[in-house]
């Protein structure tokens, strides 16, 4: 399907890089972006042939020459380059996209989307098989692209991806044997125009799927519910029906599973990752007791109400990957002792008043960022004391001066990074090194 074409690849960083790779030998490849790849790239595609185009004007690369265009996840579809694209008539897909044509056959695909809670949920699922020592290759937008897999990857193997919105937009062959949708919530409404069109985006997770294929739903996520009512796939829940949690401790297909205490992962939230994990790895016959060893070892994903350190009797947390208000409820709700809270970031509309109802322990906000200016707002409203710095370090240093004994530190900023980072990974590593 992608042999002696003509292919722009708009957008280097990993994806871009590895669908290079993959596709190097076989087309005559063009891969351009705003900034220069590493050496260690650069080295690599001009050894493969591959002609490199670093431009901020992309759009004079690209004519009816092309055969198709393939997009890194994060570039808007209202680029003007894909705009041109589609006038062109030219396909646009993406990384994951193309690498699905390249597997071999029999390869059991488990794919996680959510608004929250699918890296924890990815995670949980890889260490549970790997834990059975069974054949599984771990990708998608946790950090690595399948078309790097693919030389690794056998028939008979297991491929578990997580896979964002982002990524699914661009998405028209590409099929999962087992689809989790952890839960939806109003999030990226500026990359797809709509709450609607984001959870028709999610939907697509469960795209190909018959009776034969499995779908895991949250079901006491209204949106879930409601964007899969209609989909072919044999169906389970977790927090009703299939997995849920009663006398403290879980319970699958109605059988007591393990009892809460064993489990090192604490909070609501991470119960029901954890339950839809289970529904995941009972489809491979994994042991009891192997799970419940990885329950009781797993102390949570980096970036994700991750333990810092505690100093002077004030604990810190960094919950960077909270890039939204619901995630960001879902930290404040983990707590009882007095928060400072750090808020703001990337300016994208979010409503930072979905926090309202749960703050009545937060005793300080910090207000970081280019949203900062509206997180003093909602602050002020709320009759919080509010401190408004750009940068995280001035906050930081703030923080310092005024913490008490017994205080939370919280780094749940309810926004992207992308006003001041790269990605919500450098915002999260920044906060503990000046921790």
């Given amino acids: 399907m992608y042999q002696n074409k003509k292919i722009l690849i708009f957008g280097i960083a990993k994806s871009g890089f590895a669908c290079a790779n993959l596709l190097a030998g076989q087309n005559q490849i063009i891969i351009t972006d705003q900034k220069e790849p ?45 705009q041109k694209a589609k006038e062109l008539n030219i396909p646009i897909v993406n990384e994951m996209e193309v690498a699905f044509h390249y597997l071999p056959n029999q390869v059991k695909i488990i794919g996680v989307t959510g608004s929250n809670g699918k890296t924890t949920t990815t995670t949980l699922i890889y260490e549970m ?61 500026d990359f797809h125009g709509s709450y609607e069109n984001y959870k028709k985006v999610k939907q697509k997770i469960f795209a190909h799927h018959t009776f034969k294929d499995l779908a ?35 319970y699958l297909q109605n059988e007591k599973y393990l ?97 309202k109802d749960y703050i009545s322990h937060v005793k300080h906000i910090y207000a970081i960022g280019e949203s900062r200016n509206r997180v003093e707002e909602f602050a002020k409203e709320m009759n919080i004391p509010c401190t408004k710095t750009e940068f995280l370090k001035d906050a930081i240093t703030k923080i310092k001066e005024n913490a008490c004994p017994n205080d939370i530190v919280l780094l749940s900023p309810a926004s992207a990074s992308w006003d001041q980072y790269d990605k919500f990974e450098t915002r999260g590593d920044e906060f503990k090194e000046l921790i």
């Fill in 38 to 82: 590493s050496e260690t790239q650069k080295k690599a595609l001009e050894k493969q042939n591959i002609k490199i185009e670093i431009t901020e004007n992309p759009l004079s690369i690209l004519d009816d020459t092309f055969d198709v265009v393939i997009k890194n996840p994060g570039i808007i579809m209202s680029h003007p380059l894909i």
């Fill in 129 to 189: 098989l790997k834990k059975e020592n069974l054949p599984v290759h771990l990708g998608g937008n946790i950090g690595f692209p399948l078309s790097g897999l693919i030389p690794n990857i056998q028939s008979g193997d297991i491929l578990l991806l997580e896979i964002s919105d982002h990524q699914l937009l661009n998405m028209f062959d590409f099929k999962t044997n087992i689809s989790v949708l952890t839960n939806l919530c109003p999030t990226h409404l």
């Fill in 216 to 250: 895991i739903i949250n079901a006491s996520n209204q949106d879930s519910m409601e964007e899969t009512s209609e989909i072919a796939s044999q169906k389970e829940y977790f927090t009703k029906n299939n997995a849920y949690i009663k006398d403290n401790a879980i």
């Fill in 259 to 355: 009892d809460l205490v064993d489990i090192k992962l604490k909070g609501e939230h991470n119960y029901e990752n954890i339950m839809a994990a289970l529904l995941v790895v009972k489809e491979f016959q994994i042991s009891k007791e192997k799970i419940k060893e990885v329950l009781q070892n797993f102390g949570g994903v980096e970036h994700r109400l991750e333990y810092v350190k505690t100093e002077n009797q004030i604990t810190y947390y960094n919950d960077s990957k909270s890039t939204n208000p619901v995630s960001t409820i879902t930290a404040l709700k983990s707590f009882k002792n007095p928060v400072l809270l750090i808020l703001g970031g990337f300016e994208r509309g979010q409503d930072f008043f979905d926090l």
